[in-house]
């Protein structure tokens, strides 16, 4: 397999629609907690906003490093 055959291989897996569905998956998640770190006024609502919105970033970037490592 030459070098431009690999690159549009590469380019296939990394546009599947599985990968941006949990990039939005991620992102909306992450919406969640911005709304509920700034719409309530509690310590423990605020520390549940921050474990949501800690969840959702970390959901993005794994839809992120799937999208970088597909070869």
Request: aromatic residues 8%; charged residues 10%; without cysteine.
């Given at each position: 397999m030459n070098q431009s055959e690999q690159r549009e291989q590469s380019m296939k897996s990394a546009n599947e629609t599985s990968i941006y569905k949990?990039?939005?998956v991620g992102i909306v998640i992450?919406?969640?907690?911005?709304y509920a770190r700034f719409a309530f006024d509690s310590a423990a609502l605020s520390i549940a906003s921050w474990v949501v919105l800690f969840i959702g970033s970390w959901v993005c970037c794994k839809?992120?490093?799937?999208?970088l490592n597909a070869k």
């Open positions: 949990l990039l939005l992450s919406m969640i907690g911005v839809a992120v490093f799937k999208m």
